[in-house]
């Protein structure tokens, strides 16, 4: 029986909270940004997930859940991650016997792949070409004095 | 004018140098912290419903005392992105480990609150094996001999029970993501034990009284009544033959379509592909 979850990320909300600081009346505002993903848990016929348990696991503690929750009468979890903690984030949805995983990379996906980018011949290479590039600059402008 | 060229090319030869010789030095501590051990124990588990038995979805009050199950090339992996047995593909990852040998298990072994049974250990490198895959294949020999799976046990239902021993010989290779259940499993810390497990889901195929007549997994299972239909002298004694000539063509093509599920990762599904 094909009796799977289908977890399907459907609304990627970034949701941005501005306002500035003013000094009247002594009322001082904050801003912050987070983003909250809504995370619908189906079964494959289309039926909600409803009140499944939920367990959230940060890329920073894979082994301890990082939180807890159910999913509403839709299958919906509304998922808001620690934007500090870049990385892989899994998202487990249980119930009676039928469950599922989600993941979800959150940040700085561009910084770990360039730091992972190329190799040390490659990186030796590159190295060379630059030094040579430098050769040739340095031999034009000495010719030229001459 | 041409000492100072030299000079400058000499010092940056010498960074660049010292910016490879640090990548190197990165790369052997990654390497040496990868390969500090740990070790991975295989699991199966049949669940409370081969240990201690459940009623079908036709009332049936099914137990088992042997579900005998032959396992082989199970490997683990270190995904990423992680595996999702959704996609219906194959497992590709650059981390794998293996533990070799062909292992007939017993699920029911144990009684009602036996552990999971253990399938066999290995040494690995510490990480997080975030995806295994393994082969159900028939028995060469021993009491299960020429089937994947053979279960025996009885059903009762009113004041009639019926022993029963059940062959399946349909060969299975399963892929599977993470587990899915009360724990996470699979991170495997220096010096320490993880395991990893193999999850069979019976209800699959008989379905369950406790779950709703109308849920997904009730109106995909069979129930018991069919096998039951093929009691000879009070008893089944049914090979894989024997089912394939005695179901109904509904009843047999729902059944075909059943076996490849039982295969899971706790609660999290696994992709199955006829061997």
């Given amino acids: 029986m094909k009796r799977y979850i289908s977890i399907v990320v459907l609304i990627f909300i970034f949701m941005v909270n501005l306002s500035g600081t003013a000094m009247a009346h002594g009322v001082v505002f904050e801003y912050h940004s987070s983003m909250t993903y809504i995370i619908t848990g189906n079964y494959d016929d289309g039926t909600p997930l409803s009140e499944a348990q939920v367990t959230v696991y940060a890329p920073d503690d894979p082994k301890n859940a990082w939180k807890t929750g159910s999913s509403d009468d839709e299958g919906k979890y509304f998922f808001t991650p620690d934007i500090s903690k870049p990385g892989i984030w899994t998202i487990q949805f249980r119930k009676a016997g039928h469950g599922g995983t989600v993941n979800i990379e959150v940040g700085e996906e561009s910084a770990v792949s360039s730091s992972s980018a190329y190799s040390s011949a490659q990186m030796a290479i590159m190295a060379i070409a630059v030094i040579w590039g430098l050769i040739g600059t340095a031999l034009y402008f000495k010719k030229e004095k001459k | 004018m041409k000492r100072k060229i030299v000079a400058v090319l000499l010092a940056l030869i010498l960074i660049t140098a010292a910016g490879c010789s640090s990548n190197d030095n990165q790369a052997q501590t990654e390497a040496e912290s990868n390969s500090q051990l740990g070790t991975l124990e295989f699991k199966a588990n049949g669940e409370d419903f081969v240990r201690q038995g459940f009623v079908s979805k036709d009332g049936w009050n ?29 497992i590709e990852a650059d981390n794998m480990v293996s533990l070799p ?22 040494e690995v490198p510490a990480g997080f094996y975030n995806a295994i895959s393994w082969k159900m294949i028939q028995a060469a020999s021993g009491d299960a001999e020429g089937n994947t799976i053979l279960i025996i046990g009885s059903a009762s239902k009113d004041s009639k029970t019926i022993p029963f021993r059940i ?98 990762v706790g609660e999290g599904h696994a992709f199955a592909e006829e061997l």
């Fill in chain 2, 167 to 264: 062959g399946i010989d349909k060969e299975y290779q399963y892929y599977a993501g993470e587990y899915v259940g009360n724990e996470r499993k699979g991170i495997v810390e220096p010096g320490s034990t993880a395991d990893l497990e193999m999850t069979f889901h019976f209800n699959h195929i008989f379905g369950d009284a406790d779950t709703p007549a109308e849920d997904g997994l009730n109106a995909a299972a069979i129930g018991f009544a069919p096998f039951a239909a093929l009691a000879q002298d009070g008893k089944i004694d049914a090979v894989a033959e024997d089912i394939e000539s005695g179901f109904s063509t509904e009843e047999y093509n729902k059944y075909l379509e059943i076996l490849p599920t039982l295969g899971h």
């Fill in chain 2, 101 to 122: 040998g062909t292992f007939t298990v017993n699920l029911a072994e144990g009684g009602e609150d036996a552990d999971t049974i253990s399938v066999g250990t290995i």
């Fill in chain 2, 62 to 90: 099914i137990s088992f005392d042997h579900v005998y199950l032959t396992l082989s090339e199970i490997n683990a992996y270190i995904t990423d992105p992680p595996y999702e047995a959704e996609e219906h593909k194959a």
